[in-house]
Every structure is written in structure tokens, then in C-alpha cells.
């Protein structure tokens, strides 16, 4: 794994919060603890469908959703169904804009305030953790 690469898992772990970033892909598999208080701050785990998800999405800046509980991330409602949301769509406030299966348990992920999706940060099936950033929406203009 080249030193480049192991920046850009820096960038994005300090991008979304996290305490401590693992990822596994391309041979290679690390883990990255960015300060003391990792045991507080949610771990950032990637693979390699993730990355290319989150590193072909520019650097978005706004309001972070994150996991409301610990489970797997899934942006449709079903396996053949279309996702909720894109990147660029407009989102209403309540809006649903994934699911987080925790417990054999559907739990729809809504946004808390009006806006356009800048970022989706996590790819369908990953297992998430609680606090862990998802989305970023920037906020239409009051």
C-alpha cells in the first residue's frame, strides 16, 4: 500500500469524525487510530467498494446524518427496488433516506432538515456503527 493511499484514508476518516478508520482491499488491511479518544469517537470501516464510493464523491461540506443505532446500511427498501436517494437529489425534512437493519429490525434513517444530498458515505450492506456519518446534506438556504 502506497503512502498516498494511506492519506487518503486519513482525509476521509478526519472527514467523517471518526476516532479510528479500518480498511481491507487490495491486499492490504489497516488500522488507523487518529487520537486518544477513539474509544469515544466511531470507528470508519471500509473496503474497497466503499472507498471508491466515498473518494469518487468530492469533499462535501454541510450536515452530517449519522447511524441513529449499530447495524447494516442498506439504501433501498428491498434488493430489486430503487435507492431512496442519490447524491444531488432534494430532500424534505422526515424524509426517509436509507435503512439501518439492527435485530432483524427495518429502521428507516430520516433526514432531519431540508436539503440537497452531497454525500452518501457509507455503500449498501456495509455494517455501520452508531454515530457513524452516512449522508451529508447541505442545508437549503433559510
Known amino acids: 500500500m502506497k503512502i498516498e493511499m494511506i492519506e487518503h484514508l486519513l482525509d476521509i476518516a478526519v472527514q467523517a469524525g471518526a476516532g479510528v478508520l479500518e480498511y481491507s482491499g487490495a491486499g492490504a488491511r489497516v488500522r488507523l487510530v487518529l487520537d486518544g479518544s477513539a474509544s469515544q469517537a466511531p470507528t470508519l470501516r471500509l473496503d474497497e467498494q466503499a472507498l471508491a464510493t466515498v473518494a469518487a464523491a468530492p ?23 430503487a435507492v431512496f436517494v442519490e447524491v444531488g437529489d432534494r430532500v424534505v425534512e422526515g424524509q426517509v433516506l436509507a435503512i439501518v437493519e439492527a435485530m432483524k429490525m427495518l429502521n428507516p434513517l430520516e433526514s432531519p432538515v431540508a436539503g440537497r444530498i452531497a454525500g452518501i458515505l457509507a455503500s449498501d450492506g456495509q455494517a455501520v456503527e452508531y454515530g457513524m456519518p452516512l449522508f451529508v446534506i447541505e442545508e437549503n438556504p433559510a
Open 59 to 81: 469533499a462535501a461540506t454541510g450536515r452530517h446524518v449519522e447511524a441513529s443505532m449499530t447495524g447494516v446500511f442498506y439504501r433501498a427498501p428491498g434488493p430489486d427496488q
